[in-house]
C-alpha cells in the first residue's frame, strides 16, 4: 500500500460520453515521462447511495490496482456530508487499497461551500493537506483547495494564492510540466460565461487562468460537474470526468485514464466500470 498523505483553436465543450474516445493533447517538455494516471471523480460516499457508492468506489480501486498506472487524483467531494465520521472513515478504509499513490483535492461537500476554521481542520486531520505540490514521472502535480477561490476565506485564500503562484513559477524555472487538479472547473464552456454553481468567479477565474497561461501548465482535471466535460483554455485541456456516485449526462460510473507517450504528448479516455445491475443506477435521494 502506497497512499500519498502530507501529513504521514475556440473554446469548446464536449460531453464525453463515448467509451474508448482518445483526445491528442499538447506536447509537453521532454522532462515528462512515459506514464499513466488516473483521474476518479466525486466519489461522494452518500450522494448515489451510501452502500452503493462504497460498492461503486471499491469497484474502482480495485479496477485501477489491476492497471499499470503511475498514480491516482481524486478530484473532491471524497463524502457527501464532510461532518458525518463514518463516511470520512469509510472513505479513508477503501482509498488506502489503492497500490499506487492517491492524491486528494478537497470539494466543496468536504471543506463547505466557504471553508471555516474547524471544517480545514477536520479535512487536514483525515486526509492531510487540502493543498500542495508533488512530482511524479516528471511532472508538477498542484493540488488545489478551489473552495479559497469560490468561497474566499481571509487569510487562507491569500496563502493559497500566494502559494498557487510560487510553485507555477518554480516550474516555469526548471520548466516541468504542470497538472492543476482541482474540484471546481474554471469554467465549463467559455472563459467569460457568467459565474454558476458549477464554476469559478469571473474575478479569481482570470488570475488563476492568466497564471496557468504563462507558467507551463500542461492540463487542468476538475470534478463537481458530475459529467464528463471538455474544454480548454489558451491550449491548456480543461477535463472534467463524470464520477462513481451520480452523474447527470447519463455516463456510466467510472473514471479516465490518461497516458502520456514517448514523445510528452497526453491522451485519455473515460473507463467505464463493470458493475453488477443493482449498482449501474444511483438511489433517489
Known amino acids: 500500500m502506497t497512499i500519498f498523505r502530507l501529513h504521514s483553436f475556440a473554446p469548446m465543450h464536449v460531453a464525453l460520453c463515448l467509451m474508448g474516445l482518445f483526445f491528442a493533447l499538447p506536447h509537453l517538455t521532454a522532462t515528462a515521462a512515459p506514464c499513466t494516471f488516473v483521474q476518479v471523480c466525486d466519489t461522494q460516499l452518500g450522494m448515489g447511495g451510501y452502500d452503493e457508492d462504497k460498492a461503486r468506489f471499491r469497484a474502482a480501486v480495485k479496477a485501477i490496482n489491476a492497471m499499470d498506472v503511475n498514480w491516482v487524483v481524486i478530484c473532491g467531494d471524497l463524502v457527501d456530508n464532510g461532518g458525518d465520521e463514518k463516511a470520512i472513515a469509510d472513505f479513508r478504509e477503501i482509498v488506502e487499497t489503492f497500490t499506487v499513490p492517491c492524491y486528494l483535492a478537497p470539494g466543496n461537500h468536504d471543506v463547505g461551500g466557504v471553508p471555516t476554521e474547524a471544517t480545514l481542520a477536520r479535512y487536514r486531520k483525515a486526509h492531510g493537506p487540502d493543498y500542495f505540490a508533488v512530482e511524479n514521472s516528471g511532472f508538477k502535480i498542484m493540488i488545489l483547495n478551489t473552495q479559497f477561490w469560490k468561497g474566499p476565506m481571509a487569510g487562507e485564500t491569500e496563502k493559497h494564492d500566494a502559494w498557487y503562484l510560487e510553485e507555477l513559477a518554480k516550474a516555469k524555472e526548471t520548466e516541468t510540466p504542470v497538472l492543476l487538479v482541482s474540484h471546481y472547473p474554471p469554467f ?57 456516485s451520480r452523474n447527470f449526462d447519463g455516463a456510466p460510473y467510472g473514471f479516465r485514464v490518461w497516458s502520456v507517450d514517448e514523445q510528452g504528448a497526453l491522451s485519455h479516455t473515460y473507463k467505464a466500470l463493470e458493475l453488477p445491475e443493482e449498482l449501474q443506477k444511483p438511489k433517489k435521494k
Do not use: F, M, Q
Not at 469571473?202 to 460537474?225: D, F, I, T
Open 188 to 244: 465549463l464552456k467559455t472563459a467569460d460565461e457568467e459565474e454558476i454553481y458549477y464554476n469559478l468567479p469571473l474575478e479569481a477565474r482570470a488570475r488563476v487562468l492568466s497564471a496557468a497561461k504563462e507558467n507551463g501548465v500542461r492540463a487542468w482535471l476538475a470534478g463537481h460537474a458530475h459529467k464528463n466535460v471538455l474544454t480548454e483554455y489558451e491550449g491548456i485541456p480543461i477535463v472534467v470526468s463524470a464520477t462513481t
